[in-house]
Every structure is written in C-alpha cells, then in structure tokens.
Nanobody
Framework: QVQLVESGGGLVQAGGSLRLSCAASGSIFSINVMAWYRQAPGKQRELVAIITSTGSSSYRDSVKGRFTISRDNAKNTVYLQMNSLKPEDTALYYC???????????????WGQGTQVTVSS
C-alpha cells in the first residue's frame, strides 16, 4: 500500500508565501512523475506543476514565475513553494505521484488527501 500525505497549507494574505510538502510512503519501488493539482469550489481540478524523476519541471501559465516545484528522491517527497500568492490561488491542493510498488511492475497513480490554501485580499 502507498500513502501520500500533504502538509503546509493555510491562510495567507495576498503577496505572501506558503510551502506545501507531500511525502509518499509504503511499499514503494520507484516514483516517476510527481505533480501538484488544485481544485477551487465549483471548478474542475487543474494541473499546477509537474516534475519528473530527473528534475525536469513545467507549470501552468498562471503560476509561472511565482511557484516552484521540487522533489527529494531520497525522501520520496515533493514540494511546492508558492510566492506572491493571489486570491485566485485559493483552492484545495492535491499531490499526485506515479508509483511502481514492490509488488506490481506497472506504474499506478496515487493521490493525497488535499491541503487547503486560502489567500485573502
């Protein structure tokens, strides 16, 4: 079994910063892509940032230059540093990882439970 546990969300004023963390644990053989998604009330879940196992990353246009995704492969952890936050960044943030477990050869997608980020104006 695999678990993803997020932390670091909270309430912050516009212009402020937050750092999200997501740690994967369990019967992990390898982790391929890791990503952060978000979902605001009444909206569809959207991809925020993604990072490969070798460190290549990409971002949605609205967060470029403000958010930075990184990962620590030794800790099976992905981070999202969020700077210059805006009220429109308010959402439930989820991490996602493509993981191969010790018992299955295929990659499977796993999700965390979500962490709330609220940006006040």
């Amino acid at each position: 079994q695999v678990q993803l546990v997020e932390s670091g969300g909270g309430l912050v004023q516009a212009g402020g910063s937050l750092r999200l963390s997501c740690a994967a644990s369990g019967s992990i053989f390898s982790i391929n892509v890791m990503a952060w998604y978000r979902q605001a009330p009444g909206k569809q879940r959207e991809l925020v940032a993604i990072i490969t196992s070798t460190g290549s990353s990409s971002y949605r246009d609205s967060v470029k230059g403000r958010f930075t995704i990184s990962r620590d492969n030794a800790k099976n952890t992905v981070y999202l540093q969020m700077n210059s936050l805006k009220p429109e960044d308010t959402a439930l943030y989820y991490c996602n990882a493509q993981i191969q477990t010790v018992t299955r050869s295929s990659l499977n997608s796993y999700w965390g439970q979500g962490t709330q980020v609220t940006v006040s104006s």
